[in-house]
């Protein structure tokens, strides 16, 4: 279809409102909402969890469940039609051809029972039914390869839980863009991504715009911000409160809160939150730590080769420290976390905690361990149970481990407002949360055992900058209080350099640099480091602007 001459916007959002209401209660989650957007434009919509920013995006393709939602009022303009009043199968046309969105949570995107190949191919079989097999197949090849997913040919045959977040996260980015859509609404879409891939993303999404698709940019992210939109829309509680282009946003913010949030922002010129101190004991150590995952083929499924996740890693973690792993997606971040609490079988060398071998420890052996070590997970909604209330999610594993014997609101009052969430929101479910939201249950929950070793697998990447920064400063404050270790797992250069003590660098499940992160950040020996600190987006210099 042609597209719309550059005088008419491709989008008009006209004084919309929506809420939502159960028995006793309804929230506002979106008030008088206006803007527009224009063709090949990029227009950020910036605001902390909980703004409205995700429901007015979900909003344009009509996909707040109603009830409990309801648009209360307003238009939503696309092509002449008011999206608000179409039909179903009218709507059906426009989903994913016309408009299409990326998700924050790869993993509500994808259905688990399909392979990674069969959902591209879904898109393909509804809208361009003219192609053929062969030519869908290459489509789809093509697709997973722009965005990143290695030997995309044999991976395309791959299930969803075969791969990592990141990786997740880059298959629905394919398929909002794989059809070449007018509109793009991208709700958090590189939160999951490394730092060198979140750029690779952005030089295709750039590509796109430059045809005239334009994008939808919701984030927390202010740096991104900056490098790739045109213009900045600001919202809190449910209202606009600014907008701007987006130079004259970040130079000359208006709105009180609009300063608060670009304050917020971490940048790789901060200062470390601490000196280094001098540690003892090591609280954890591993060497030569391997974890290696056999590929299987034919119809005996014989193991022909090993995916080597961990090769050979050696480290010491102290009490009080907070060990910062960095590296590309895939390079055996996440792997390295989940073998140190046991959720990953270590196929070679030797790891310890406080001096005790966990190499072969039986599973009942790992419950006592767990109870002093902890992991906060990168994707918050599959971290919790939808069935229950966050009363009960708070309380569960307190129980178990004998800390509790029956749910307290109390403690989990405690617990919820050290994360920044009130007291009365442990009475809801995990769907009634934002994602930075969700993501904060998740580090009370795991708080709230008091554990000597907490893991943080992208702990704070799905945060807004404001509630990442209150974060941050909690996970400091616990740090100095209790005595804690962080093993702190992070694409955000900027973040490690704040809260972490020392870093490794990994590369293809070996470590390729070590050091503090002034020395490694600043003064990085290994190409792949600077790299990695090349690509971080930086606020505010004008050289990193691809619009």
Partial sequence: MTKKSSTVPVLQVKNLSVSFRSEDREVQAVQDVSFDVNPGEVLGLVGESGSGKTVTGMSILRLVPSPPGRYDSGEILFDGMDI????????????????????????????????????????????????????????????????????????MHAFPFQYSGGMRQRVTIAMALMLEPELVIADEPTT??????????????????????????????????????????????????????????????????????????????????????????????????????????????????????LDGVSFDLHPGETLGVVGESGSGKSTLGRTLIGLEKATGGEFSYEGSS?????????????????????????????????????????????????????????????????????HRYPHEFSGGQRQRVCIARILALQPKLIICDEAVSALDVTIQAQVLDLLLELRERHNLAYLFISHDLSVVKRICDNVLVMKQGKIVEQGTPTEVIENP??????????????PGDPGRRRV
């Fill in 525 to 538: 020996q290994q190409a792949y480091t600077q790299s990695l600190i090349k690509a971080v987006p930086s």
């Fill in 192 to 309: 999951a991504l490394d730092v060198t891939l979140q750029a690779q993303v952005f030089e295709l999404m750039m590509e796109m715009k430059s045809e005239k698709t334009s994008i939808l940019f919701i984030t927390h992210d202010m740096g991104v911000v900056w490098e790739l939109c045109n213009r900045v829309l600001v919202m809190k509680k449910a209202r606009l409160v600014e907008e701007g282009e987006t130079e004259t946003l970040f130079s000359s913010p208006k709105d009180a809160y609009t300063q608060k949030l670009l304050h917020a922002v971490p940048r790789l010129d901060d200062v470390p939150a601490r000196n280094l101190p001098a540690f003892t004991t090591p609280i954890i150590s591993a060497k030569d730590l391997q974890t290696w995952f056999p590929v299987k083929k034919g119809i005996f499924a014989r193991t022909v080769d090993h995916i080597k996740a």
């Fill in 84 to 155: 608000l009043k179409l039909k179903p199968e009218e709507l059906r046309t426009i989903r994913g051809s016309r408009i299409s969105a990326i998700f924050q949570e790869p993993m509500t995107a994808l259905s688990p029972l399909k392979t990674i190949g069969d959902q591209l191919k879904e898109l393909l079989d509804l809208h361009r039914p003219e192609m053929n097999e062969r030519e869908k197949v290459a489509m789809v090849i093509e697709w997973l390869t722009k965005v990143g997913i290695p030997d995309a040919e044999t991976r």
């Fill in 358 to 426: 966990l190499h072969h420890l039986k599973s009942g052996a790992w419950r006592v361990i767990r109870r002093n070590m902890g992991m906060i997970f990168q994707d918050p909604y599959s971290s919790l149970n939808s069935r229950m209330k966050i009363l009960t999610l708070l309380t569960e594993a307190p129980i178990v481990h004998g800390l509790l014997k029956k749910p307290d609101p109390d403690f989990a009052a405690q617990w919820l407002e050290e994360v920044g969430l009130d007291a009365d929101m442990m």
